[in-house]
DNA sequence: GCCAACGTTGGC
DNA sequence: GCCAACGTTGGC
């Protein structure tokens, strides 16, 4: 079992935005990295929802990853904002995941605080520059974040 | 809105 | 295969 954080800003899809929808593809993932770590992603592996690109970034819930990586679809809808024409039904470049709707934190776990306490120095999400959309977590700095959440 | 850090593209 | 130009991300 593998823990992930993935990011959203809050304007594109939101933390409530799953809970509404219970369960979502996570699709529009346009880089190489991320790319491969959603092939890793496999069914039973829980993530962390990240608002990026707002007031106070923080982790704001959770996810169980439902489905393994399929092909995503809106790589091929040329309507899509995510529309790339490299990408074939038998040549698929990207790939998304399901995953379901598991917690809205009462209290968010902001990127300050993450960034101010040292069990969480070595955390990716905190490196200056870091841009990668998923990222693998320790089940470490998972739990932790867990129980500050409460 | 600024801008640093990265990733991607494409000419050579 | 190098690298400059350009585009994107995302905190601030």
């Not at 996570?26 to 039973?44: D, H, I, K, S």
């Not at 709707?101 to 870091?130: C, N, Q, W, Y």
């Amino acid at each position: 079992m593998n823990y992930w954080l993935l990011k959203t800003e809050p304007t594109t899809f939101s933390i409530s935005d799953l809970k509404r929808e219970k369960i979502t593809s996570w699709e529009g993932v346009r880089n190489y990295q991320a790319r491969n770590f959603l092939l890793e992603m496999q069914p039973g592996d829980v993530a962390l929802i990240y608002h990026s690109s707002t007031a106070q970034p923080s982790v704001v819930g959770t996810a169980n990853v439902v489905a393994e990586a399929y092909p995503d679809k809106t790589a091929r809808q040329q309507k899509s904002q995510y529309y790339d024409p490299r990408s074939t039904v038998n040549k698929p470049i990207w790939y998304t995941v399901d995953i379901e709707f598991t917690s809205a934190f009462k209290t968010p776990v902001s990127l300050e605080h993450l960034k101010g306490d040292p069990f969480f120095a070595d955390m990716m999400v905190i490196r200056p520059g870091m841009r990668l959309s998923i990222q693998p977590v320790s089940k470490k700095h998972f739990d932790h974040i867990i129980r500050l959440a409460h």
